[in-house]
């Protein structure tokens, strides 16, 4: 069995967001010492944490 491996896009994640303050776009999933160095280095797959916004989704729920 092979194991499906997440793959991610930043700019399409729920998570990602503009930072008036900073003038950057930012994430705000708060990773630890070790997420941060597998994140950093490339040795990640994909976000574990990517969750997929969908404005359209959101729109016919309300």
């Known amino acids: 069995m092979s194991e499906k491996k997440i793959k991610s896009n930043c700019e399409c994640?729920?998570?990602y967001y503009y930072d008036d303050e900073q003038d950057c776009y930012c994430c705000e999933v708060n990773l630890d010492e070790d997420e941060m160095c597998?994140?950093?280095s490339c040795s990640a797959e994909g976000c574990p944490y990517f969750i997929f916004y969908d404005e359209y989704d959101l729109a016919k729920k309300q």
């Open 13 to 15: 994640c729920a998570y």
């Open 38 to 40: 597998r994140f950093l």
